[in-house]
């Protein structure tokens, strides 16, 4: 199964929305769908499971969405510390696999 | 706390083998199922596989079937994977991640090591 993120890369300033969207090749489970963010330098975080679950610790300010082939994260308000590449997961299927990334940049 | 700690950075050459450890502490070993993920330099995560706890279940990428070959030891709560014929485009961060919020081999990556550089240079 083949995630496609959009966009490459976007540009916000601080305290403004950023809405991330991931597209699979095939229907799949939304159980089975995750986003992670990676700072640079860093290993990746689980932000969200299932779609729609926050992972222990996570902001509520990151909330996921979607169901068939569509999803999408959104940040509420951008705050300067989610300077970040976000990537989308499948793992209801083998190979799990990846988008290749979205990457926010803050203004 | 639970944490990964991998082994440190490996410098080989084409056609070399690299194994890489990943020690897990702070859970109930025997619960969870390990993947390992890499990424080559400035480029995005790449999933190679996964394994149970025990050892005895694995499930390769096809892309490193035949390459790639991981292991379990419950005594010391380590896995290892193993990396044959390598390439220098095999140059990548190799990271092992738990597998959480599923049931058996169907979990997101709730933690991760530190990642393990591997470079392959002749």
């Known amino acids: 199964i083949v995630l496609t993120q959009s966009p490459g890369t976007l540009s916000l300033s601080p305290g403004e929305r950023a809405t991330l969207s991931c597209r699979t090749s095939?229907?799949?489970?939304?159980?089975?769908l995750a986003w992670y963010q990676q700072k640079p330098g860093q290993a990746p975080r689980l932000l969200i499971y299932?779609?729609?679950n926050r992972a222990p610790g996570i902001p509520d300010r990151f909330s996921g969405s979607g169901s068939g082939t569509d999803f999408t994260l959104t940040i509420s308000r951008l705050e300067p510390e989610d300077l970040a590449v976000y990537y989308c997961?499948?793992?209801?299927?083998?190979?799990?696999?990846f988008g290749q990334g979205t990457k926010v940049e803050i203004k | 706390q639970v944490q990964l700690v991998q082994s440190g950075t490996e410098v080989k050459k084409p056609g070399a083998s690299v194994k890489v450890s990943c020690r897990t502490s702070?859970?109930?070993?025997?619960?969870?199922?390990i993947h390992w993920v890499r990424q080559a330099p400035g480029q995005g995560l790449e999933w190679m596989g996964i394994?149970?706890?025990?050892?005895?279940?694995?499930n390769y990428s096809q892309k490193f079937r035949d390459r790639v070959t991981m292991t379990s030891d419950t005594s010391t709560s380590t896995v290892y994977m193993e990396f044959s014929s390598l390439r220098s485009e095999d140059t990548a961060v190799y990271y092992c991640?738990?597998?959480?919020?599923?049931?058996?081999?169907?979990?997101?990556?709730?933690?991760w090591g530190q990642g393990t550089l591997v470079t392959v240079s002749s």
């Open positions: 299932g779609a729609s």
């Open positions: 997961q499948q793992y209801g299927n083998a190979p799990r696999t």
């Open positions: 991640a738990r597998g959480n919020y599923g049931s058996g081999s169907y979990g997101a990556l709730d933690y």
């Open positions: 095939q229907s799949i489970s939304s159980i089975f």
């Open positions: 394994i149970n706890p025990s050892g005895d279940i694995t």
């Open positions: 702070g859970y109930t070993f025997n619960t969870y199922y």
